[in-house]
């Protein structure tokens, strides 16, 4: 009888999570620097308010891990942190705007595959209360920070307002826009002919068609100034001057149709002949009454944290230990008492680290230390508690020196000590 | 139609969520100096996983979120994080000792009350592999460090050797020794009478009853040196020399009955005139082989976060800002693209900001930064752009201060920033 994560998660094993890890620190990091105020929501909640997102229906049911308490009270857990964050705006009185950030892992019940799983970190930054296309870019440029410092200079940020699209459709008689959305938004995965099929098997006349997919090619947003949405999307670009060279409009970007009401934006990185996109978001002013809220215009963004880590991986730009631990300390007969004393001064100062708690022989304990990849080891023994000297082995370079026992947590410290 | 988080769980609000993220960050820290590696596992696990603990039996449903997926496999939301490192340390070949900490939300079904709830965090760290002493040692002594650095400096840790408790009631006849243990475990709720009353309906003869009470007060080790596990327990209390007075040896301790296998060990601070139990743990031998894995002793401490957090909210011991924003830029007319410059300065320089994103007036930003308890303002107008100078004011003192604009940053970088 063995056991394994339930179909569709997994575990993070020490040599991920430490990078994982980093790349949440990054992200918490700027969100405050950005002063975004960290928020915490269960991991379920009411499935009707899961379900409000899409309109109150049934079916979210089949996207989530839906299930009832002792008490039959039908709950389901999150798949995102925008719908909890709106919940508790809706039921709680807050100083606006709002700046909150949140990290937390959410569920979907996909199929899983290749980079999908059903269980996922989220690390979002929102700004609810305004209606400016200030907030928009603030969010924008948290997400652009955040991903500058994990070593990302090439990433793209794809924009739109999706009333710009919205009125152009409108503009040629066509009513289901929604429906012309949907397949615009496959744009990326199955072509242009692929989306003209689809507009045709919804009806959309040819002459419509071209015009749409012309209109979606537009990336100079000088071309569309006399569009609705077209001047918030000005000002939020011109907001993030900073970034001006990554930044791309896209009239064919309309994401998820649930809650967005203008903006929305997507950020991708290349990864090596692929680009994937690892944050998204854009505004949702009517969610928060939705829920029964009083009106509040909302803006956020989501980075899908494990792309990123899935990229830094791959890439190999990103060099971090494989283990806390930067001294293991070896002992050789029975000087438990000052092994622990090292230990103990070593960690006061802040110098990670750890000893045998095996009583294994030298050899075994180095063995482990190379395992592990912890970056130096000594050696204590009688003679060294003696002469106050002990060896200190690099182990990646193999190189030995001896060093003074006293104040080897001084030395230890550096974080750029060399032999 | 208004909706709150389900019953027993609530939401941390930014100036509680701060709090205790500076609790988890510090136990994270401890954990990564005494060498301890992140490992992070799914939320939810195979429900026969979480049963396995009690033996396999049905009715741990009652004391988990139990629910099926849509392939109907039958899931629970993990109650401790002990569970999934077994799962883990038995399906996986990992160099040993494995020494892992976990932070994150745990969920069990129990009566929600006054400090008790539904989900909550539980930091854990582990040594899997050693059945040393010094193992146990070294996960004690962590969670010492770590009170020791939140504040906590009389702390107690109650500690045990389940074996010595065990012998001594064997010594006396009794078999049903789990029966007695359960009824000592309550000795600090029910007190002396009302363990006696339950030993009695027990069926312990009173002349035993009166020798078991006898014993459990016992808190001089020498006094037991003759029984099984009382030499375990006097080498972790000699490791811990360093924290000698705030160890008390507790016969009347046996903790959970689940996976216990010996030594035993809580600790507890004092909260007004009552004493609070943080932190507890203990050594747990045969739980990895009842997973399925091969025989590998453990021990483990698991902090109560929560507890921790409460503790130290009522104490007011710990001064931590409400916001993460240092300083609010506010702004007068348009000048927009000052301020964003600014704010990027700042935030380049790590100094945590935030400008208005609602086109209000000077006197509602201020009324915004104070409801924030952000420490800093400036005010940037147009004379302020051309003067180079702006006024700084600290927002609890009042005091106003004319300072150069550019070096800002660098002022304000400071942490000890003092007008």
Known sequence: MKFQPPRGTRDTMPEDMIRLQYVLDTARKFFELYGFEPLDTPAFEDWKLLAAKLGGGEEIKKEIYYFKDKSSRELG?????????????????????????????????????ASRWREFWQADADIVGSSSSEADAEVISVACAILKALGFDDFIVRINNRKITES????????????????????????????????????????????????????????????????????????LGGYA???????SLVRGLE????????????????????????RYDNLVQALGGSPAPATGISLGVERIVEVLKE?????????????????????????????????????????????????????????????????????????????????????????????????MQLSNYKE
């Open 77 to 113: 857990l999150r798949f995102d942190l925008t719908v909890p964050l709106s919940r508790v705006v809706a039921s709680t009185q807050l100083p606006k705007p709002f700046r909150r950030y949140a990290i937390g892992k959410v569920w979907r019940y996909d199929n899983p595959g």
């Open 168 to 239: 152009f459709v409108r503009s040629l008689g066509i009513k289901n826009c929604v429906d012309v959305f949907r397949s615009i938004d496959k744009l990326g995965k199955i072509g242009e002919a692929g989306v003209k099929k689809e507009l045709k098997s919804k009806k959309i006349p040819s002459e419509q068609m071209e015009k749409i997919l012309d209109f979606v090619k537009i990336a100079d947003i000088n071309k569309i100034e006399n569009l609705d949405g077209a001047g918030e999307l000005k000002d939020i670009i011109s907001s």
């Open 245 to 251: 060279e990554n930044i791309k409009v896209d009239m």
């Open 259 to 282: 809650y967005y009401t203008g903006t929305v934006f997507e950020i991708s990185v290349p990864s090596g002949r692929l680009s994937l996109s690892v944050a998204g978001g854009g």
């Open 315 to 411: 890439s190999g730009t990103l060099q971090l230990p494989r283990t806390p631990s930067k001294v293991y300390i070896a002992s050789i007969g029975d000087v438990k008492k000052d092994v622990a004393e090292t230990a103990k001064k070593m960690r006061e100062a802040g110098v990670a680290c750890e000893f045998d708690v095996m009583s294994r022989d030298l050899r075994k304990q180095l063995e482990y230390a190379n395992a592990k990849s912890i970056p130096y080891v000594i050696v204590i023994g009688e003679k060294e508690i003696k002469s106050r000297k002990v060896r200190l082995r690099n182990m990646k370079s193999g190189v030995e020196k001896e060093i003074e026992l006293d104040g080897l947590e001084g030395l």
